[in-house]
């Protein structure tokens, strides 16, 4: 059991919001557990999530123990570029999985937030840790991460109303007829393979911005920036102009890919790396801007294609 005194920063505001901000959750979370019976006012007052709350006013809230999902926390290998109450920006490794899922229900982002940040674990009620965007595993590079359930729909809504930025550092085959564009398809479910993304005429409104950093040897470094949040958007945008990006086995599976395992078999790598992200602190309303230098393998396989 809680309490919660209206101040003046409170007063006159709506009480799913007060709930929200004193508790740090989200106010949908705040919604479901006023309209559940979980808040009482001592003075008998009605109670519905509009209601607007006066000063003084004192609010008891019973909290419901957070439903578990059976996630065990392991140690994971990713490195945190910043931190701090309200949200977490990692650098993640290629190769990591951000969900648990089938063939991945072990060793994934999920279990290592778990396991170095145990306080994720209970966010609006739901063991589960603050993802609100998600980087394919075969990326490497940027992602944030809510700390706190007034953190979590704050960045929800940024990356709803597209105003978090995203680039990306890529290498592809061939280079493009432009060196600078915009890349407006829809993508969708590709009807020929399940596994993959295709632009097709019904699917979702996906723009990406690409310009080109050099072209040499038959390879194209290039720069994009997401304009929204699709499935292998990128890597299914750089293949709809005939540039399919180095090391996508899935959408160029006729490439070689140039990143072995230490068995010397080709691993899943694709030459694709949020090097940049920027968004305003949910909190604060501050703007922040992150950078991460490419990992060595991407650095070291550019070193090779100049020398040819």
């Not at 944030?144 to 990306?168: M, N, P």
């Not at 590709?190 to 072209?215: C, E, F, H, I, K």
């Not at 470094?221 to 090391?247: D, E, F, K, W, Y």
Request: with cysteine; charged share 20%.
């Amino acid at each position: 059991m809680s309490q919660i005194s209206v101040t003046d920063e409170l007063a006159g505001h709506r009480l799913d919001f007060a709930v929200s901000r004193e508790l740090g959750v989200s106010r949908a979370y705040a919604q479901s557990l006023i309209r559940g019976g979980h808040v009482a006012s001592p003075c008998g007052r009605g109670i519905k999530p509009s209601i607007s709350v006066e000063l003084g006013e004192v609010y008891e809230i019973d909290a419901p123990q957070p439903e578990k999902l059976g996630l065990v926390p392991e140690p994971v290998p990713f490195d945190v570029v910043f931190s701090d109450q309200d949200i977490i920006v990692i650098d993640k490794p290629a190769g990591l999985v951000v969900h648990p899922a089938p063939g991945h229900w072990s060793g994934t982002l999920v279990h290592g937030l778990l396991h170095r940040f145990p306080e994720l674990g209970n966010l609006n009620g739901v063991e589960r840790p603050g993802i609100v965007h998600r980087l394919d595993a075969t990326t490497s590079g940027l992602m944030v991460v809510a700390r706190s359930g007034l953190a979590q729909e704050k960045l929800w809504k940024q990356f709803k109303s597209r105003t978090v930025g995203k680039s990306y550092i890529a290498l592809c085959f061939g280079a493009p007829r432009r060196a600078a564009a915009r890349i407006d398809m829809p993508i969708g479910r590709d009807p020929s393979n399940r596994r993959r993304m295709a632009v097709t005429d019904g699917g979702r409104d996906a723009v990406t911005d690409y310009a080109v950093l050099w072209s040499a040897k038959g390879y194209s470094l290039v720069r994009c920036v997401l304009h929204s949040g699709r499935t292998h958007q990128i890597r299914v945008h750089m293949n709809a102009i005939g540039c399919p990006l180095v090391g996508d086995l899935l959408y160029a599976p006729s490439k070689k890919s140039p990143f072995a395992g230490q068995d010397g078999q080709s691993r899943q790598r694709v030459f694709l790396h949020s090097w940049r992200l920027s968004l305003a602190h949910p909190r604060t309303g501050e703007p922040m801007s992150f950078r991460s230098p490419l990992p060595d393998d991407l650095k070291n396989f550019l070193v090779e294609i100049r020398r040819l």
